[in-house]
Nanobody, 122 residues
Framework: VSLMESGGGSVQAGGSLRLSCAAS????????MAWFRQAPGKEREGVAA?????TTSYSDPVKGRFTVSLENAQMHLEMNSLKPEDTAMYYC???????????????????WGQGIQVIVSS
């Protein structure tokens, strides 16, 4: 499985951005995908995740502001009301299997994209 992110960029605080991640193939397996982010000097953290059967997970800092969606193995992240603390490199991740709620732990994902930069200025 290869993952390709797109849609990053720079925006002012309060603005919106949409990230996309296209996955090459999963076959007939159940799968789950997630967005992680890593700011300079900080650990990578899970942001949002989704399964191919529709369950989602969100980290507390982004609940109510970010929305993750999935269609035909392409995952999107709608980011609204962006804050300067959302500035980070965002990574797409994926794996196959079943979870009632998709995890936000990096150790649960074996496929990773190259990352895409999001900058939110105040």
């Amino acid at each position: 499985v290869s993952l390709m992110e797109s849609g990053g960029g720079s925006v002012q605080a309060g603005g919106s951005l949409r990230l996309s991640c296209a996955a090459s193939r999963f076959g007939d397996s159940n799968y789950y995908m997630a967005w992680f982010r890593q700011a300079p000097g900080k650990e990578r953290e899970g942001v949002a995740a989704i399964t191919n059967y529709g369950t989602t997970s969100y980290s507390d800092p982004v609940k109510g502001r970010f929305t993750v969606s999935l269609e035909n193995a392409q995952m999107h992240l709608e980011m609204n009301s962006l804050k300067p603390e959302d500035t980070a490199m965002y990574y797409c991740a994926a794996d196959t299997g079943y979870w009632r709620a998709p995890p936000l732990r990096a150790s649960e994902y074996i496929h990773w994209g190259q990352g895409i930069q999001v900058i939110v200025s105040s």
